[in-house]
């Protein structure tokens, strides 16, 4: 027998003694540092949101061993009963599907009065980590026993590991085949329910597939490797393995990637794919690799304050515009990990207040546009009144005393400029629509508007600049894409609002003016003027793009216009088809131009085109 096939025997058997609960065989690893996912482990199990079993009792001497788990936190805890003093239960968990594990998790000794005892919570899967482990109870009453892992399979909806690719519902290759002594190893995917499964052909005997699975884009793969790994049975020239699931829901893994990988029966090496990530529809792939990024601990993505609130705002008109529920979550979890104060460093370089609140002005602004989206999302009012909160505080900004009115970009009052000024006439638009019988809102809301269209920010081309001088001029700055948009969303609602039509010839005028000037849009593809030749956008303007068509899709959802849905359709094809790779990560550059940029921001802005377009269940591009 060769060398190779003994241990990948060897590790059959280990891995069939895990799953039986016995403890002999994987060696145990060091206590790591504690997880933290939507809780960090040692929570008391008195605030677990729910409790199941989702495995069997275990009987260890007359005692009663279980495991409990709930799902919604993400942990599980252990307990036994029926015991006397002196026997313990504790957790194992493992990160490498039982090879090795933290031992004794939350160990705790039934006491002297007692019959029974449990230990703490502990998080099964650290999506922050992007590991998704198993985990098990375990007890010691003269004699040491555990119960079976949970979770060995991965489940997305009705599909789990092991299913026959024969069922699938399609069967495509998303990248392309490698070759490796003279044999094809292939990926397939069924996109629709996110399954994956491996195929070597024009082989022999012994030749081996498998599948490998990582949770952070393809850099680590512990507990995914060499999933389904089968052999070409004697006689033939071909086989597969079973399917895997690409996504974990309930471990809030959903930017999984898979590859596949074989190896010819006389040789010790091997050949794998490129990485890929499923389509179901190109929002759903945009929005999982999105929240590939998201601090599930933190409740945003790192290093960019105002940026996550806009990567929140994509998440929820995605949810909306496709009626998935798969990030509801997200909403609250952001909402309660950062409504309260932060000294400067932590959430950005200067301290937040509170409320989501600091000396940016317009940063505030985003996140009061986000909890409007929320509370429309939810229908809870904690959200409305937040986004209030924050309006009030942009209202103390509006200062009439200066050039008529308009808003400061920050509490020092250096500048005034478009994009405080447009979240400042979406917001109290929004507001007037969403509160009964206000009349405070929708006057502020007709002021700022007046105020906009008298203050020069439009040129005489149609295009908003960035701002005013000192001496209230246009400033003839730069015309990026989400001051124009704001504008154009600002005053489509104050149409919705008010029924006057010269709001709705405004939004309708800006939103020719970008479709047709050079300074945003070149061949039909929305681009920034960073997008240009060699040029670089800064981490803010990133996202720029994505707020501009939120808004623009807002005004053509208002007219109807063929012509404006047109456009739309033409940026989430251009991003699509030349903007994407394998694993669904989409670029700065739309036209899919060289150099490019991708990141959570670049993704957050994109998966704004892709949700605004009429076509937002497409898969194929």
Request: glycine share 10%.
């Amino acid at each position: 027998m060769p060398d190779r096939t003994r241990r990948f025997l060897g590790g059959l058997v280990a891995l069939g003694l895990a799953l039986t609960g016995l403890v002999a065989v994987p060696t145990p690893s060091h206590a790591a540092t504690p997880v933290c996912a939507l809780a960090c482990d040692t929570l008391d199990p008195s605030e677990a949101v729910r409790e199941t079993f989702p495995v069997p009792d275990r009987n260890v001497n007359g005692r009663t061993l279980r495991l409990h788990v709930s799902d919604p936190d993400n942990m599980a805890w252990a307990s036994i009963d029926n015991g006397v003093n002196g026997d313990s239960v504790w957790l194992d968990r493992s990160w490498d599907r039982g090879a090795t594990w933290e031992p004794l998790l939350g160990k705790a000794s039934v006491p002297g009065s007692r019959t029974g005892t449990r230990t703490l919570m502990y998080n099964i899967t650290d999506p922050v980590g992007h590991r998704r482990g198993w985990i098990r109870a375990c007890g010691d009453a003269a004699g040491v026993t555990c119960t079976d892992w949970v979770y060995p399979k991965v489940c997305d909806g009705a599909s789990c590991d092991g299913a026959d690719p024969a069922g699938a519902a399609g069967d495509d290759r998303p990248v392309p085949a490698t070759t490796l002594f003279g044999r094809t190893i292939s990926l397939h995917m069924d996109h629709d329910n996110g399954m994956a499964w491996g195929v070597v052909e024009n082989g022999g005997a012994g030749d081996e597939i498998w599948i490998d699975r990582s949770w952070d884009g393809g850099v680590t793969w512990p507990e995914g490797s060499s999933l389904g790994r089968v052999s070409v049975p004697s006689g033939a020239a071909a086989t597969r393995t079973v399917m895997f699931a690409v996504r974990d829901p309930r471990g809030l893994l959903h930017g999984g990637a898979v590859r596949a990988c074989g190896r010819e029966a006389a040789h010790q090496e091997g050949s794998c794919t490129a990485w890929a990530r499923p389509v179901p529809t190109r929002a759903r792939a945009a929005a999982d690799a999105l929240m590939a990024s998201y601090r599930t601990d933190e409740g945003w993505w790192r290093s960019s304050w105002w940026n996550s609130a806009v990567a929140l705002t994509a998440v929820m008109d995605f949810a909306r515009q496709t009626g998935r529920h798969d990030y509801d979550w997200a909403v609250s979890r952001t909402f309660e990990q950062n409504k309260g104060v932060f000294p400067a460093g932590v959430r950005g370089s200067d301290p937040v207040e509170g409320h989501f609140i600091s000396r940016a002005v317009d940063d505030a602004g985003w996140w009061g546009i986000a909890w409007v989206a929320a509370y429309d999302r939810t229908r809870e009012r904690r959200y409305l009144d937040e986004a209030v909160i924050i309006a009030d505080y942009l209202h103390r900004h509006w200062d009439p005393g200066t050039c008529g009115g308009g808003m400061w970009w920050d509490r020092e009052h250096t500048y005034k400029n478009a994009v405080t000024s447009g979240l400042y006439l979406w917001l109290t638009t929004a507001l007037h629509r969403r509160l009964a019988g206000d009349t405070v809102w929708g006057g502020r809301a007709t002021a700022a508007a007046d105020w906009y269209l008298d203050s020069g920010l439009i040129n005489s081309s149609g295009l908003v600049n960035d701002g005013l001088t000192r001496d209230c001029a246009n400033n003839g700055q730069t015309v990026w894409s989400y001051n124009q948009g704001l504008a154009i969303g600002a005053f489509t609602q104050l149409w919705r609002s008010t029924g006057e039509t010269r709001y709705l010839d405004t939004a309708r005028r800006l939103a020719d003016a970008a479709m047709s000037s050079p300074r945003l849009t070149r061949d039909g593809v929305l681009t920034e003027s960073c997008d240009i030749g060699t040029a670089s956008c800064d981490d803010n303007q990133k996202q720029f793009k994505g707020i501009f068509v939120r808004h623009f899709a807002d005004l053509a959802d208002a007219t109807g216009s063929t012509v404006h849905r047109a456009y739309l359709a033409r940026q989430a094809e251009s991003i699509w088809n030349t903007d994407r790779d394998p694993l669904n990560r989409l670029g700065q550059r739309w036209a899919g131009t060289t150099p490019n940029q991708t990141d959570w921001r670049t993704q957050a802005s994109a998966l704004a085109a892709l949700t605004a377009s009429p076509r937002v269940a497409t898969r194929g591009g």
